[in-house]
Each structure stands twice: as structure tokens, then as C-alpha cells.
T-cell receptor, first 113, second 112 residues
Framework: NAGVMQNPRHLVRRRGQEARLRCSPM?????VYWYRQLPEEGLKFMVY????????ESGMPKERFSAEFPKEGPSILRIQQVVRGDSAAYFC???????????FGPGTRLTVL | GESVGLHLPTLSVQEGDNSIINCAYS??????FIWYKQESGKGPQFIID?????DKRQGQRVTVLLNKTVKHLSLQIAATQPGDSAVYFC???????????FGTGTRLTVIP
């Protein structure tokens, strides 16, 4: 049973470009969470999705950030017009049920030049 | 706002000794707690969890203790090994909440 998969593992963007981060949950998991981690800090919740629905986006910036989890395919975290402050590791987690027992992917490390 | 925090940012132990990593939380409504291990360049790895109706839970070489009175959580690692070197995070969840709240983390270094 493959774990949570994320790609790309590393992403470099110039200021103003768009970043697209992908997450494939574990098999059988329909709940996906996105977290952001700055160096030497804990993970901060961004958004929680189920298939085709955003359940909770209270941790996601109102501007430039969006997320989706379509019926088919991976969940996508999209950051438009990236700025240097967006540089961070972005982790996806999945769960068979909401809230607890979240299993994390390896993360995507975004660097904005 | 409510937060989860750790007493010590770094901890160094000799190989073979026991390690204790502490965590304080402030949300008295939290009822589920998890310890994660994060190695450099990797995602958090689930270690052990505990619900608020328990005081203690044991896994393989690890024990989690929960003191709800003082809102304190600890992770004990027996016979610490070099492979245990990592950053350890506690995370909490308030019943029914959609997300986990993470502490800052403690960096454990095992000295051979």
C-alpha cells in the first residue's frame, strides 16, 4: 500500500510565477490536508478537502492560494504570483476519516527566487 | 490563540539511554494527541497517539504519557538509537476539528 505521494519534491519558481503542488492520498483515503512548514518551525494547517469539496480553508491565505481535490486525480495546491515569503515546505496528509490519523507525504520544497 | 508548545527545543542523549520529550498544550478541549517524528528532508512520520480518556499508551520502545490536569504530554523513547535522531512534534486535535495543531518541535540528537 503506497503512502501519500507528492510531486514535485523540489520546485523552484521566480517571483510572479505560478506554483502547482500535487498530492495523491493513500489508497482508500478521501480526506486530504495541506500544511506549510517554515524552517525550524512546526506545520501550520492550510486547507482540508474531501473529493470535490473544500471543507475548511481557514488556514489558507485569501489571496493567490487555492486548492482542489477533483473527483479524479490528485489534489492540487496552487500558488499564483509567488513571492519570496512563499518559500517553504508544503506537506500533504491524508486520512480515511476526518481529523485524526493523518498520514503525511514527503513534502514539496518550494523555493522562490 | 490556543497553541501547542514544547519545553525544550533541543535534546542530546547518549545511545542506549532513555529520552523524554515534553510538550505543553493550552487547549483544554483537545482530546486527541499525536507524536510525529520528522527526519531531515522528510515528512512527519506517525509514532504514537493517545486519546484524552487515557493517561498512558505504549508502543514499541515508545510510551506517551498524558497529564490532563496540567495539560502536559510526554514521549519516552527507551534505549535511544542513532536512528532516533530527528525532530519530534506533538500535535493536538480538538474533537471534531478538521486539522491538527502542531508544536514547534524538539530536535533529538543521539550521541553514539
Amino acid at each position: 500500500n503506497a503512502g501519500v505521494m507528492q510531486n514535485p519534491r523540489h520546485l523552484v519558481r521566480r517571483r510572479g510565477q505560478e506554483a502547482r503542488l500535487r498530492c495523491s492520498p493513500m489508497k482508500g483515503h478521501s480526506h486530504v490536508y495541506w500544511y506549510r512548514q517554515l524552517p525550524e518551525e512546526g506545520l501550520k494547517f492550510m486547507v482540508y478537502l474531501q473529493k470535490e469539496n473544500i471543507i475548511d480553508e481557514s488556514g489558507m491565505p485569501k489571496e493567490r492560494f487555492s486548492a482542489e481535490f477533483p473527483k479524479e486525480g490528485p489534489s492540487i495546491l496552487r500558488i499564483q504570483q509567488v513571492v519570496r515569503g512563499d518559500s517553504a515546505a508544503y506537506f500533504c496528509a491524508s486520512s480515511p476519516r476526518g481529523g485524526n490519523e493523518q498520514f503525511f507525504g514527503p513534502g514539496t520544497r518550494l523555493t522562490v527566487l | 490563540g490556543e497553541s501547542v508548545g514544547l519545553h525544550l527545543p533541543t535534546l542530546s542523549v547518549q545511545e542506549g539511554d532513555n529520552s523524554i520529550i515534553n510538550c505543553a498544550y493550552s487547549n483544554s478541549a483537545s482530546d486527541y494527541f499525536i507524536w510525529y517524528k520528522q527526519e531531515s528532508g522528510k515528512g512527519p512520520q506517525f509514532i504514537i497517539d493517545i486519546r484524552s480518556n487515557m493517561d498512558k499508551r505504549q508502543g514499541q520502545r515508545v510510551t506517551v504519557l498524558l497529564n490532563k490536569t496540567v495539560k502536559h504530554l510526554s514521549l519516552q523513547i527507551a534505549a535511544t538509537q542513532p536512528g532516533d535522531s530527528a525532530v519530534y512534534f506533538c500535535a493536538e486535535n480538538e474533537g471534531g476539528a478538521n486539522n491538527l495543531f502542531f508544536g514547534t518541535g524538539t530536535r533529538l540528537t543521539v550521541i553514539p
